[in-house]
């Protein structure tokens, strides 16, 4: 007996001992130089694609268009000016149609293993970015569906007539009317530097999908690999043109679920999570190890009707529904008290925001009268659409959807919630299934068209981002105006105009404007919130302790 | 042993029969277009439309259409995932192998802790150590496997901070692809690193292979326990012992050969719940594996995700089970007649 149980009692020994060796070596972490000086980046998703010019959600472009790419022109995140990118200085014409941009000198796109460039960056790379978004005939165009949103909301085909190489380090954009957010625009994450050089060895290989799965960009990071819905890898540019990026390695470690990011950064798998929950910002503040970093950031988050489906359509409906809603208890409940009551879809940090907004009224009583007079005394039933996957501007949507659905109930309103897969929803949305929906906007450049474009324009209902279906020629030639003149005293008075108009006709009701929070281990710095689009991480930097 | 081995590939013949009529079955089940269903493309144009019809031959009657889904489904073509257009039987490889890697060690674990401990239950079934063990198997037996893994997490990674939370590996090691299986393609590439990996991944493997070990490990310990209080019984334990065999020689020639048969069996039939069970833990830790990617194509409606996570799965499960039969029958003369 005594034999039998030792040989059996030995395994078990083993094997515990086996244990706490792990454990207490799992105490020590010894890094390898490759790991040290890299850097995780929890992302709420993966990218759709790797191109910016074809996304518009603000996850990918986190991801993808800071890190690999850079643009002609960028934004100083100070103060909102536009300063020199691949482009080292620009001259604009007298009449606003012609910008003249001097490129910079060698720069190199990066080499990968799948692709070594022959030459320096030039003027046809520029021609030939810009190109695939217009011309129809560039052998690019089409792929990957040939739709390129973030270009289309802002009419970008009708606007720029060419783009033309001048000599290696000159190239010109003649456009069909003055824009004064051209300039803007072309700072936004979405105009990213592509390489033709890439795209003509592409060609020859007949395999021109890759060029939006493999990218080749001039930016602080290459492309290494990317493991859908595990992770996406990039590893420093040691070549790159501003020469100060930190880490050797920076790896997007993909986690939809929130409490399990936030688990990641505890435990130091994540060194930077991007909204955090704001109903968890206190508890993430008193440990010591995290910072919590915030930042006023140029986004809405709004709810649009479906203003061409009837009882939609009517003014009064719309003014009835925006009056039921109880937004000091949205605010509370869903942003948690961190984020501005909106009174129109412009920011208050907007140079063109209008001030003399009145204050919007919450009155069931009112709204039921309005009701009534647009011949629905005993209400309706409607969808509301909650999005499913938490944003800046709307952190909780099927929250803020059921606060909603009860301020409904009190004027006999009766709102059922509804809810995809968030790529089907966003193709459903595109189609305007939908009745209503919670959604929202953050900001790509600091120009005040950036809210009324892509949002609310005619061009946007047709390119489906203007999730309002609403498509108003007043408001349009009022908007249009505003970019003909580089004014922007005239430019402010024209964009009060069509702030005071969109509350006439409340084709959305516009809730909040939201707080950025981003959650670092404190042992990085060197990161800071972009209020215009895309994080940036290339100064990122471990502290060692 | 031949007459045994012909009836039971016969006898599989038939459920892989069954499985491939539910498969083929489910493109048209699920709803929406089947074209889009059976092929995995979506947005499908007109133009492709016909080409995708005349392909799956789906202007064909039904028994046409099954056996080019046969065809197919032996070449390799098992249409695209709807979510990432990729062909599924290549997503399919490269998740199986974390999952079946999971489940191994898991498996093993199992038997290192479960068969001891369930042999040591039995010798002394009435004593404190015998008790204790039938009471922790009866407590793991009874645990769900979403708050133990939770609670582990909660205690080893979150409140100590001693073992990582989630994944294979931490992602910032760069591990080249060549297997699939981690502890392998560590081992064999070429770099650096590979002390530190190493011990990064066996760190990521404990807690998932914890949990998932959880349960087939108390069930080992109650089958072992059983079947040896049930040996020890036995005629030829007593014949042994009185003809002068001490008890260590008596349980090794006579009594562990004898009550480990079923276990062996076991194996087999705990399979499909060890599958089901990685699954689970596959979304609690994050695991790359082919349960959680089923179970995101769930969520996501990827019809011919799930219809291909189905094949792997089931015949992955028929043919453990189907071999555990075959391997038990040739221990054992006796399950060959049956």
Known sequence: MNLSIKHFVYPIYSCAMLSALLLLAGCQPQLPEAARSGLVYCSEGSPESFNPQLVTSGTTIDIISQQLYDRLVDINPDNGDIIAGL?????????????????RDN???????????????????????????????????????????????????????????????????????????????????????????????????????QIDRLPVGTGPFRFREYQKDILVRLYRNKNYWRGDTQPEQLVFDIVPNNARRMAKLFTHECDIVSYPRVAELELIAARPDVTVQESTSMNVGFWAFNTQKPPFDQLAVRQALAMAINRAAILQA????????????????????????????????????????????NGFTMDIWAMPVQRLYNPNALKMAELMQADLAQIGVKANIVSYEWNSFRQKLGNFEHDSVLIGWAADNPDPDNFFRPLLSCAARDSGSNRANWCDPAFDEIISEALLTANQQQRRALYLTAQQYLHQQQPLVAIAHSQRFQAISSSVSGVTINPYGGIALQHAKRVEP | ???????????????????????????????????????????????????????????????????????????????????????????IKLLLPATLELAAYALLLSFII???????????????????????????????????????????????????????????????HSSGFMLYDILQADINYRNEALH????????????????????????????????????????????????????????????????????????????????????????????????????????????????????????????TEILHAFFNPLARRG
Request: aromatic share 14%; net charge positive; charged share 10%.
């Open chain 1, 87 to 103: 482009a080292t200085s620009w001259q604009v014409s007298a009449d606003g149609t012609r910008y003249q941009f001097t490129l």
């Open chain 1, 107 to 209: 720069v190199s796109f990066h080499s990968t293993h799948y692709f070594s460039p022959g030459r320096k960056f030039n003027a046809s790379d520029v021609v030939f970015t810009f190109n695939r978004i217009t011309d129809p005939l560039h052998p690019f165009h089409l792929q990957g569906g040939g739709v390129y949103p973030y270009f289309q909301s802002v009419d970008w085909a009708s606007l720029v007539k060419q783009v033309e190489a001048i000599d290696d380090h000159t190239v010109v954009f003649k456009l069909q009317r003055p824009d004064s957010s051209f300039l803007s625009n072309l700072t936004t994450d979405f105009a990213a530097i592509l390489s033709a050089e890439y795209g003509q060895k592409l060609l020859a290989a007949k395999q021109p999908a």
């Open chain 1, 334 to 377: 869903v942003y948690y008290g961190q984020a501005t009551p909106a009174y129109g879809i412009l920011p208050p940090t907007s140079w063109a925001y209008n001030d003399g907004l009145p204050a919007p009224v919450y009155s069931p009583a009112k709204a039921r009268a309005l009701l009534a007079e647009a011949g629905y005394p």
């Open chain 2, 1 to 91: 042993m031949t007459r045994y081995l012909l009836r039971r590939l016969f006898l599989m013949g038939f459920v892989f029969l069954a499985l491939s009529l539910l498969a083929f079955s489910l493109g048209y089940l699920f709803p929406g277009d089947v074209v889009q269903n059976v092929s995995g493309l979506r947005p499908i144009d007109d133009n492709q439309r016909q080409q995708l019809i005349s392909y799956y031959q789906l202007d064909q009657n039904i028994l046409q259409q099954y056996l080019a889904f046969l065809g197919r489904i032996t070449q390799g073509d098992w249409g695209l995932s709807f979510s990432s257009q990729q062909p599924l039987l290549h997503e």
């Open chain 2, 114 to 176: 479960g068969i001891p401990l369930g042999i040591l239950a039995a010798f002394k079934p009435d004593n404190i150590i015998g008790k204790s063990i039938s009471a922790l198997a009866m407590v793991g037996y009874s645990l769900p496997i979403f708050w133990w893994g939770l609670l582990l997490i909660m205690f080893f990674s979150l409140a100590l901070g001693w073992l990582p939370s989630a994944g294979r590996i931490g992602v910032l090691y760069e591990i080249p």
């Open chain 2, 200 to 323: 990064n991944a066996l760190q990521h493997l404990f807690l998932p292979t914890i949990v998932l070990a959880t349960f087939p490990t108390t069930v080992m310990i109650r089958f072992v326990r059983d079947a040896m209080l049930n040996v020890w019984e036995q005629n030829y334990i007593k014949t042994a012992r009185a003809k002068g065999l001490n008890r260590g020689q008596v349980l090794y020639r006579h009594g562990l050969r004898n009550a480990l048969l079923p276990v062996i069996r076991q194996i087999g039939l705990q399979f499909s719940t060890l599958i089901t069970l990685a699954m689970l833990t596959e979304v609690i830790f994050s695991w790359p594996g082919i349960g959680r990617w089923l179970i995101d194509s769930i969520y996501q409606r990827n019809y011919p995700a799930i219809q291909a996570g189905l094949l792997v799965i089931s015949t992955m499960v028929i043919t453990i089970n189907m071999l």
